[in-house]
């Protein structure tokens, strides 16, 4: 247990529950929640859909937006297994097994809209920003999933989101015709919430999976991120591939790009293929 200045306390162990449910909160807190979520916080068990991205600060791979129905029995269901931010996750063997928990449970639905390195950097060159492609993307997914309204049973009352743009109504421009139906709610850190958590989830498996494809298809391997580490791997795959290929598996508007100007194509040329 560990108490900070800030007033936050950290129980974690053997015994955690028990010591929550009969010291902490009866003689400390005065209050009892553990085990009434049910009942103190009755709309965390709504149906609903949950929406994330994965890839976004990624130079190499594609960005991969992912969407979740759930509803009571679902989230019961998933109460512990784990499933949290695919951020807090380092593993991405436990990743890919929870995608695969996730896709399972009966009566979730699930989809993924990857947007494929091309396709990214043509949407970036029309719309101009990061944010309009993750509205769209966004959006994007929330219509596809409420095209199989049908599946969901009782139906979604709210879509979920991290807070991206400053304004919310970036997303809420972009919703098509059935998006526009079902309440949106923005908010920061909203992969506190389970069917966000499932939806990065979902998002970055894709992710990973499809930056693996690009690591065989072109013999390289492809760093996450941003780093420098990144930018040599982008001076092998020009030695290698070309300076017209990059796009193939970068998105363009990244500052590793801009690095990679010309005056950087012809250092990059004399050190031929590894």
């Known amino acids: 247990m560990v108490f900070y200045e800030s007033g936050k306390l950290v129980v974690q162990g053997k015994g955690t529950q028990e010591f929550v449910e009969f010291v902490l909160e009866p003689e400390i807190l005065k209050q009892a929640e553990l085990g009434y979520e049910a009942v103190l916080k009755p709309e965390m068990f709504d149906p609903r859909l949950g929406v994330d991205e994965s890839g976004k600060g990624d130079f190499f791979g594609p960005l991969c937006v992912a969407g979740v129905y759930v509803n009571a029995a679902i989230l019961k269901a998933w109460a512990d297994l784990g499933i949290r931010d695919s951020k807090n996750i380092g593993s ?19 989809t993924v809209v990857p947007i494929g390195n091309e396709a990214y950097n043509r949407l970036h060159a029309k719309l101009g920003t990061v944010n309009a492609i ?58 506190e919430d389970l069917a966000v958590a499932a939806a990065s989830i979902l998002a970055r498996d894709e992710f990973v999976t499809r930056l693996a494809v690009l690591e065989k298809q072109y013999g ?40 990679l100007t010309e005056p950087a194509k012809e250092k990059v040329e004399d050190l031929g293929a590894e």
């Open 220 to 259: 390289l391997s492809l760093p996450k991120g941003a780093s420098a580490a990144v930018d040599q791997a982008a001076r092998s795959f020009i030695a290698r591939h070309g300076f017209g290929s990059i796009g193939k598996v970068a998105k363009l508007h990244f500052r590793n790009a801009l690095r």
């Open 134 to 191: 993750l509205a769209w993307g966004h959006a994007r997914v929330i219509e596809n999933l409420l095209e199989r309204e049908s599946a969901m049973r009782p139906p979604p009352i709210r879509a979920i989101s991290d807070q991206f743009a400053a304004n919310k109504a970036t997303v809420a421009r972009a919703l098509m015709s059935r998006g526009k139906q079902i309440e949106l709610v923005q908010r920061h850190k909203a992969e």
């Open 92 to 110: 991405n063997k436990k990743i890919a097994e929870l995608a695969g928990t996730i896709q399972k449970t009966p009566g979730c639905v699930a």
